[in-house]
């Protein structure tokens, strides 16, 4: 069984002496069910340690896995508004709305997102950003 430890040294600590810190880490994942679940599953592990988890999520996605979210008190959705693309269709957030053929788009919808999530990270100032791009 593997275990997550974050140490860290205080200033003005003693020489050698280390505590454990809780981290606030924020993720964001590739817009796929298949890189989505999996963030969840590792913020679970994480959030189980103590540490806080913001999740950035395309719309309504949130519902489909807030029944995996072991931790709500620790795991946050922040739901990250998706910008139209020409050629994809109204409303499509992850790549189970769109046909194969308009996956490309998806990139360009992702990285459009890019102001909205440096607002996110701004405002949360976490420790640590994990995030996805396929």
Known sequence: RSKIVIL???PGSEM????EKKL????YPWFAMGHMTPFLHLANKLA??????????PP???LKL??????????SFTTVPVPAVDGLPVGAN????????????LFDLYDLTQPTID????????????YDYA
Do not use: C, W, Y
């Open 60 to 62: 309504k996605v949130h």
């Open 66 to 75: 807030a029944h995996l979210n072991r931790h709500p008190a620790l795991i």
């Open 8 to 10: 860290v040294s205080k």
């Open 119 to 130: 607002v996110f990270l701004a405002q949360l100032k976490p420790d640590i950003v994990f």
């Open 24 to 27: 606030h880490i924020a993720m």
């Open 94 to 105: 992850t790549t189970a709305d769109i046909p194969l053929s308009a996956g490309f788009l």
């Open 16 to 19: 050698g002496e280390v505590q």
């Open 48 to 57: 189980q340690r103590g540490h806080k988890v913001s999740l950035f999520l």
